[in-house]
Nanobody, 122 residues
Framework: QVQLVESGGGLVQPGGSLRLSCAAS????????MGWYRQAPGKERELVAD???????NYADSVKGRFAISRDNAKNTVYLQMNSLKPEDTAVYYC????????????????WGQGTQVTVSL
């Protein structure tokens, strides 16, 4: 059983900062890409940022220059530092990871966390 557990969400005023964390646990052989997605009410889930095992990053245009993704491979953890938050960043943020679980297979399984709410409001 593999789990992704997010933490760090909450309520913040516009212009504020939050740091999200997501730790993977369980039967993990290796993790390829890790990332953060978000889904606002009435909208589709969208990619916010992702990072490869080697540290290459990719960001949605809407968060470039404000958000920073990083990971600690030894801890199987990915982080999202969110600065200069705007009301339009309000959403449920989901962690995602491609995880190899079985020694008998090279297949990587896309795994999701349960989500954490981020609300940007006065």
């Amino acid at each position: 059983q593999v789990q992704l557990v997010e933490s760090g969400g909450g309520l913040v005023q516009p212009g504020g900062s939050l740091r999200l964390s997501c730790a993977a646990s369980g039967s993990i052989l290796s993790i390829n890409a890790m990332g953060w997605y978000r889904q606002a009410p009435g909208k589709e889930r969208e990619l916010v940022a992702d990072i490869t095992s080697g540290g290459s990053t990719n960001y949605a245009d809407s968060v470039k220059g404000r958000f920073a993704i990083s990971r600690d491979n030894a801890k199987n953890t990915v982080y999202l530092q969110m600065n200069s938050l705007k009301p339009e960043d309000t959403a449920v943020y989901y962690c995602n990871a491609d995880i190899r679980k079985y020694r008998t297979s090279m297949r990587y399984y896309q795994t999701w966390g349960q989500g954490t709410q981020v609300t940007v409001s006065l």
